[in-house]
């Protein structure tokens, strides 16, 4: 009797610290952002009041009670992309034509590029792309509460809140998107201009509409202070191009594309990558003379030059 004593005392003692291990677990990945319903809505609003009104009204309040509901009460490494459906279905609107622009390895640079969704429309300039931007989240297993402290990474599961939410928004974006498709490569980038897996490779490419697309144009660009590892026609952008092709699509490419350089060139003028060149005209038609972007006169002509190409 007493070795059975014994032993159930050992075998309760062990369950019970097993039991504290798994409600005590932490997540490598970084808690819910603080303050998280209070920023969805209120980006939900500034989008379809500020941002881009042409969407019409929104329930932002729903989109909230939808995208909660997605993640909440359940195990944190087993939500799926269509557990976010709904509130998909209650943010989607139109994306324009030839506005699309997809990306990989240079976030802040398409953000920069799209400007809003002046320029191009990337997915993070979509309303459920820009309420979601750079946000974490995730629940609890059994509770109604967020998790504050951490949540899971993608090495530790890959169906976690967050990820599978952009997989459900990429794949939305990428039958949305029509006409000609961009994208913006980052030719620096040490895994690969076009990584695969990748969202792109995996979530977007496979669900582009094919009958809705008239062209795919690829821009490669070098980080300005980056090596140039990679370019049109070699490593994984020829991969990409090989099978963009393969599929019927009309495609071309082009490195160091200039509206994105120039852009680029805003914070490096130094740079010799951002030197003008004798292609670059002045407001009378002259050539402007070679060198770096640092004399003001040189740089107001090139400034007004570009502008009044925008005009025209």
């Not at 309303?127 to 059994?142: E, K, P, T, V």
């Not at 928004?169 to 990748?198: D, E, F, K, M, R």
Request: with cysteine.
């Amino acid at each position: 009797m007493k070795s059975l004593f014994l032993s159930l005392v050992v075998v309760s003692v062990l369950f019970m610290n097993s039991f504290s291990d798994v409600q005590g677990k932490k997540w490598k990945g970084e808690g819910t952002t603080k303050n998280l319903e209070s920023i969805v809505i209120g980006r939900c609003y500034n989008y379809i009041r500020i941002v881009n009104p042409a969407v019409g009204e929104k329930n932002c309040s729903e989109i909230w009670e939808a995208f909660k509901n997605a993640f909440i009460n359940k195990d944190p490494c087993s939500i799926l992309p269509k557990d976010y459906e709904l509130v998909i279905n209650l943010s989607l609107h139109t994306i324009p034509p030839n506005k699309s622009l997809f990306w990989e390895n240079n976030q802040l640079l398409v953000k920069s590029f799209a400007d809003r969704g002046r320029r191009y429309m990337s997915l993070s300039d979509t309303l459920f792309g820009f309420f979601g931007d750079f946000l974490n989240w995730c629940g609890q297993a059994n509770s109604a509460g967020l998790d504050y402290e951490s949540c899971p990474t993608m090495e530790e599961c890959e169906n976690n809140a967050v990820d599978s939410f952009w997989r459900m928004a990429s794949i939305t974006y990428a039958q949305h998107s029509s006409g000609v498709i961009h994208v913006l490569l980052n030719g620096s980038a040490v895994g690969g201009a076009y990584p695969a897996p990748g969202f792109f490779a995996d979530y977007e490419i496979p669900n582009l509409q094919k009958d809705k697309i008239s062209k795919i144009v690829i821009w490669v660009v070098d980080d300005i202070e980056g090596p140039d590892i990679e370019s049109c026609g070699t490593h994984t952008v020829k991969i990409l191009e090989n099978r963009l092709k393969t599929l019927g699509y009309d495609v071309t490419c082009t490195d160091n594309y200039k509206s994105v350089m120039f852009l680029l060139c805003l914070d490096y003028p130094d740079d010799s990558k951002c030197t003008l060149s004798s292609s670059v005209f002045s407001v009378d038609g002259s050539p402007l003379p070679d060198g770096p972007l640092t004399d003001m006169g040189t740089v107001w002509s090139v400034v007004v030059s570009l502008l009044r190409a925008c005009i025209c």
